[in-house]
T-cell receptor
Framework: DQQVKQNSPSLSVQEGRISILNCDYTNSMFDYFLWYKKYPAEGPTFLISISSIKDKNEDGRFTVFLNKSAKHLSLHIVPSQPGDSAVYFCAARTSGAGSYQLTFGKGTKLSVIP | DSGVTQTPKHLITATGQRVTLRCSPRSGDLSVYWYQQSLDQGLQFLIHYYNGEERAKGNILERFSAQQFPDLHSELNLSSLELGDSALYFC?????????????FGPGTRLTVL
């Protein structure tokens, strides 16, 4: 049972346009949501996060939106650059008993076309 | 460079064998997490250690075990290996606490079981 779902395995976007990556979740106990970026042969790299009590967080070209009622979050990249081409993982955090665990989606491969 | 190191980078072995994967966390991080990424799968949480103590277990098989040593490095032991254990194994480290969200990932160990 997948608690974090990224329904689009891939996305292609023209350079300079907006990239929108989507993520849905089912567990209401998640308290933070994170986006990671992964290049081939490297480990995932933290990109941006948002608390479950907020609906938007911005960091430069990256903005994450959270819609709690819909259990949906999205990552917007504006403007998209060829260096943004990577696999993006959505992750959600649960907390308890001194442990903070991340549950990951399967990822969306973003290709930014020059 | 996340500051998390993993060795070896690649490992090829046969079914039924046992292997040990090693992880050194970022300086100062007391938490180590292990994840498995199989083909077309997101990262699956295996186990979390904090300052030498096991804090949480995820989808970790009984054939797998881990430990964290006094110098905070961690080892993941995989025994009686099966073809299906072929995957990328990542470790991540973090400072642990309610205000800490991101985990920093190492480059991973690619395990191939033949």
């Amino acid at each position: 049972d997948q608690q974090v779902k990224q329904n689009s395995p891939s996305l292609s976007v023209q350079e300079g346009r907006i990239s929108i990556l989507n993520c849905d979740y089912t567990n209401s106990m998640f308290d933070y949501f994170l986006w990671y970026k992964k290049y081939p042969a490297e480990g995932p790299t933290f990109l941006i996060s948002i608390s479950s009590i907020k609906d938007k967080n911005e960091d430069g070209r990256f903005t994450v939106f959270l819609n709690k009622s819909a259990k949906h979050l999205s990552l917007h990249i504006v403007p998209s650059q060829p260096g943004d081409s990577a696999v993006y993982f959505c992750a959600a955090r649960t907390s308890g008993a001194g442990s903070y665990q991340l549950t990951f989606g399967k990822g969306t491969k973003l290709s930014v076309i020059p | 460079d996340s500051g998390v190191t993993q060795t070896p980078k690649h490992l090829i072995t046969a079914t039924g064998q046992r292997v040990t994967l090693r992880c050194s966390p970022r300086s100062g991080d007391l938490s180590v997490y292990w994840y498995q990424q199989s083909l077309d799968q997101g990262l699956q949480f295996l186990i979390h250690y904090y300052n030498g103590e096991e804090r949480a277990k995820g989808n970790i098989l009984e054939r797998f075990s881990a430990q964290q040593f006094p110098d905070l490095h961690s080892e993941l032991n995989l025994s009686s290996l099966e073809l299906g254990d072929s995957a990328l194994y990542f470790c991540a480290s973090s400072r642990t606490g309610p205000l800490v969200n991101e985990q920093f990932f190492g480059p991973g160990t690619r395990l191939t079981v033949l």
